[in-house]
């Protein structure tokens, strides 16, 4: 298949996850630091291995144009 943004050919994109885990630091009752998960950093990035664009930020769509 051909990238819709640099037209090299590819059979694979790379997957970038989110950076990381975000936390809320506070302070709790016993005057301790407390940290709380609330969310990741952001969505997966599937970028083309040739240019680097991201050609999908959803999983089942980027799986979509790998079986076209």
Do not use: R, W
């Not at 975000?22 to 970028?47: A, M, R």
């Amino acid at each position: 298949m051909k990238c819709p943004e640099c037209s090299q050919d590819i059979s694979y994109l790379e997957d970038h996850p989110p950076v990381g885990t975000i936390f809320e630091l506070s302070i709790n009752e016993e005057g301790e630091p407390q940290y709380d998960e609330v969310g990741t950093g952001g969505d997966d990035e599937y970028k083309c291995p040739e240019c680097g664009e991201v050609l999908f930020t959803n999983e089942e769509e980027a799986i979509k144009f790998l079986k076209t």
